[in-house]
């Protein structure tokens, strides 16, 4: 498996180790419920530098992005950043990223790592036909400190001049300098900031990082605290044959120049009628939901968990689900041989460190 250059780090922490997407990754420190609420309520950090990360450049580097996303290129000035989806020809989701604009036809983009090849070769395939190129940087080692007091702690452990910066930072805007890349962004529906940073001054970070009393937090914590907020997994929130118009995506698809992979299936899907939605589904007895586990409402309409858990934040089973867009309110997932009742219900589940439930 291969490692990220924080994984000694993670061993002297006695963090628990698991195979994620052939990356040696921590799941957690010891309680993977005291590290989701340590985002909730304070600040956590996360290693997630086996996120691939790209440089685009190039006089077509814009129309590049115009032809591969879903979303609008054209909205981002400099120093902001943008979500979208990358779909293929019959509208499927390839992956969804997160794209930085650096300057004029320059720009970042992080995408998955359990994607990293798919992406890479979709990449290459359809930059051909532009001027512009696009490199890996397998060097640099990514930082995510999330929660309400994390901006606070990555001020005394950031230089200063950096510090002066992220104090003014909005959020979905970007730092841009020599030695830090920073992006207010993150996965877990807190506040909080993604930090890009050479590997070689990366386990310097995360010392003082845990000097400001920063909680380390595995995978774990991230799986639950992104679900609590509505975030999509991919792989089983959306996948290639899933369009964004029926997992609750439909908002990172640009409404005007409709003209990039897979706006034409899209357009035919529209035309045809949506069938399916993304919603939120709460049990309301004993268990846990998980996915594909499936629903049944009294009429036979159907639908399938796509990511489930516990929910430390609200203390019940959530999950999210795509189901029958006429589903109606008296729905039962099937969990082993039992049939339990559901709440449907529009996500997130938590929104601010409170619960919507």
Known sequence: MKNT???????????????????????NYGSQIEEHHAVRKDKGMFDVSHMTIVDLIGNEAEKFLLKILANDARKLSDGK??????LNENGGIID????????????RIVVNAGTREKDLAWFEKQIVDFDAEISERSKLAMIAVQGPNAIEACLTALPKDIATQLSELKRFAAIDSENYFIGRTGYTGEDGVEILISEDNAVELWGKLLKAQVQPCGLGARDTLRLESGMHLYGQDMNDDITPLECGLGWTVRKEDFDFIGSDALTALRAKGITRKMTGVVLTERGILRHGQELIDDSGLTGVVTSGSFSPT??????????DKNMGENVKVQIRKKQLPVKLMKLPFVRNGQSNI
Request: glycine share 8%; charged share 20%; net charge negative.
């Open 5 to 27: 250059c924080l994984h000694q780090a993670h061993i002297d922490a006695g963090a628990k180790m698991v195979d994620f997407g052939g990356w040696d990754m921590p799941i």
């Open 81 to 86: 950043a943008l979500y979208s989806t990358m």
């Open 96 to 107: 969804d990223l997160i794209v930085y604009k650096r300057g004029d036809n320059n720009y």
């Open 314 to 323: 609200t203390e019940v089973a959530i999950a999210m689900a795509i189901v």
